[in-house]
């Protein structure tokens, strides 16, 4: 049974879902009537990563490992960590609560890189906990980890542009110029004109595009994203998108309340 | 029903389990009692040990803990996986 909480929530999701360049100001006022501040950032961040997540696991044939929608143990290549200690029953030891970053920190870093935008920082900064993980996971995936900052920056403008949201990764901004992107690959990553790229940089593109629009990536792209980028790149790439893809959506919307 | 291809391999247990890491450990053996994430996921994104504590940290507690109902979180996401015609 459906409370009134509960539709607001998920009026607020079937939006960004099916007509995500209509959100304005309004529907987060109404999540407003039912949800505290920390609750509405919770709402609005599950639901923009659950906007794109899944996606990354589909492009990584993760279903693929299930029968019938269940992972059966024995119908897998190879044994899985832990399998033989689940089966006796034994509880699992807790999951330890990460490290919290302040938000003055994050937002430090966030406006000096103009990456990711301060003022979605500051948007998810009533829930403090949520936002230091999320701002760790952009940086470990974004900023940081083992495929080339510049790849990962055209992803993000990729993004920017295929979400009409310049302000999400704005021109001129620390991390793009520290990539050596220029405003004619802004053009043609704009005009999906990759012709310019590298051939690592094409294969990552078109896997961002593929996350980033249908949310389907074509078995030839990711046949390709692979004669290109190891697997644990692969992971990288692909949360990389994934941390963006709908929160650069809401951002957007964001945005419409601040004109 | 269309058989869907195998796109990235699982890292085997003996790998993970060699790390001897308990935030791992926790993860792994939760998934199994849990479901969500299936253990297979959690096999996906160990290509990439950084990228997967960053991103099961940020997973974990955005699901299963906070401030907001558990079962309204559980109806968003079978919801937006239905909007997003997405079979994970």
Redesign the interface.
């Known amino acids: 049974m459906l409370d009134s ?2 539709r607001a ?2 009026r607020f ?2 939006k ?3 007509n995500w360049p209509e959100l304005e100001p309004g529907d987060y006022n109404q999540l407003r009537e039912f ?2 501040e ?2 509405l950032v ?2 609005v ?3 923009a ?3 794109g ?3 990354m ?10 029968r019938d929608g269940q ?1 059966v143990l024995e119908a ?8 033989e ?2 089966k006796t029953g ?1 509880p ?7 490290p919290i970053v302040s938000i003055e920190e994050l937002l430090g870093r966030a406006e000096r890189r103009q990456s990711p935008p301060a003022r979605w920082l500051r948007f998810l900064s009533p ?1 403090p ?2 936002t230091s ?2 701002a ?2 952009y ?3 974004v900023e ?3 495929v080339e900052r510049r790849i990962k920056q055209l992803q993000r403008v990729l993004l920017a542009e295929r979400v009409n949201c310049d302000a999400w990764a704005p021109d001129g901004s620390p991390a793009l110029v520290d990539a050596g992107i220029e405003a004619a690959e802004r053009k043609a990553l704009r005009n999906f004109d990759f012709k310019s790229f590298s051939e690592r940089e094409r294969a990552a593109l078109k896997y961002a595009d593929g996350l980033v629009g249908s ?1 389907q990536v074509d ?1 030839a792209v ?1 046949d390709e994203l ?1 004669t290109k980028f ?7 790439l692909g ?1 990389a998108v994934s ?1 963006q893809n709908g929160a650069s959506r809401v951002f957007r919307s964001l945005l419409k309340s601040a004109e | 029903m269309e058989q869907i291809r195998a796109r990235m391999s699982l890292v085997p247990g003996e790998i993970v389990e060699s790390w001897n890491d308990p935030e791992v450990e926790a993860h792994f053996r939760t998934s199994y009692i849990e479901g969500t994430p299936p253990p297979t996921s959690l096999s996906l994104d160990a290509h990439n040990r950084d990228t997967q504590r960053a991103g099961r940290r940020f997973m974990w507690f955005l699901f299963h803990e906070g401030l907001v109902d558990h079962r309204l979180k559980e109806m968003l996401r079978v919801q937006i996986a239905r909007w997003r015609d997405c079979d994970y």
């Open positions: 909480k509960d929530a998920l999701a079937e960004l879902c099916k949800f505290t920390p609750e919770e709402v961040i599950l639901s990563w659950q906007f997540g899944p996606a696991l589909t492009s990584w044939g993760a279903e693929s490992y299930k992972v897998l290549p190879v044994r899985l960590a832990y399998a200690i689940a034994a699992p030891p807790p999951i330890p609560k990460p829930h906990f949520l993980t999320w760790a996971l940086e470990a995936v940081a980890g083992i949310g078995d990711f692979k190891s697997e644990p790149e692969i992971v990288e949360y941390v």
